[in-house]
């Protein structure tokens, strides 16, 4: 689709159209399907409709006070100019400490840590770092959409590996041994998964271990950020170096405050990897954002010192209850299948039975007609699974106070009851 505007330069106004001023690249550059059902749940919402959102990808409790008011502190103590671009040294030394006592290792030191704007931009860093044109990521499915779209962007492919429901849609180390075939670059895995909400068990990682030793020169990125997001007593995901510290130097650890401290809106997220790779990661902040503010950094070293005992709790006493309810609410629906998750925010729910028929006379074809078509008809915005790369599902996020998640489950009652055929 190319639109047509006009900027003004000097005293001529040109006419112009995105095949003209946008590059080959930008014009591919993949928007997104979560994009779209924003934007119409806005266009809903502006005709007064109270349409219940569950989309979104964050904790709904507030960051806590005490970060709130460490960064309002740093503002009145005059942190606002430039800093350093890697992130303060004092946030670098807080995430290795944070991250060693996590992993069980005492080998991450600041030099390893590159702090970002958020996990998104730590990753879209990694990648850029990494990948030359036409380098091979793996990316196992259903996967966070921005994966595909960042490979792409750092002019690298992504080979997409589906996973089924029987291994809880997480790779087997069958289909990871056969998709490490051919000089791939790096494996991306995300455990807990966004939109599945499974993780590997230790077990589990055990057999991928013995597999990525087969392939040395194979780099991989761990996406950790719902590590903390468990229902597990523990507190804590179990990880691929908790089982295999010997792919330490190959391996790379994207994180951040976002979820399990409840930042989203605060944009701070690392990666954590050689000390050649955040050098390059250093490089390319400082020739391009710069650097993260002050305060922010500020706020997150705060919010790292409260007790994650408190999380724990919350995860089991609150989260797991939260997410039970809005389980056993869709599950006794006819036709739809919904997944147990182990943490994270949502559930994946299996739409299968409901594609190829029509709604009040609309033909539902895919997650999006589905997603879609509820949104309109019942005012709920879910996520389609074509997002994730598997359309026979949709993403919601259970994470919503309990009457929200109650009038949510019975408009999606009342909304299947409107599928003929
Ligand atoms: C799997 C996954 N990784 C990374 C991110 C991005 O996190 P951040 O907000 O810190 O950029 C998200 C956000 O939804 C996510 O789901």
Redesign the pocket.
Known sequence: MSSSRTISSGRARIGWSDKVILSQRARQWAGSGTMAMTAKAAQERAKGRNVISLTV?EPDWDTSDSAKKAACDAIWAGMTKYQPSLGQLELRQAITERTNQELNLKTYAAENVAVS?????A?YGVLQAICDPGDVVVVPRPA?G?YGAMIEMAQAHPRYVVTSAQSRFLITPEALRASLQGGVKAILL?SP??PTGTFFLREEWMSLASVLREFPNVLIIC?D??NRLVFDASGLAPHLLHIAPDLRARTIL?N????SLAM?GW?V?WAIGEPELIQALGRLQSQSVTCLPGFTQVAVMEAMREDHGVLKKRMRDEMLPSCERMRNGLAAMPGLGVLAPQGALFLWVDISKYLGRTHQGALIASSMDFAMRLLEDQAVAVIPGSEFGQDDHVRITYSVPEPVAQDAVSRIQKFLSGFQG
Request: glycine share 14%.
């Open positions: 990808g704007a958020g996990a998104k931009f990753l966070w921005s995300n998964n966004n996406d950020v719902y994207i951040a405050a976002s979820k989203t944009r997220g």
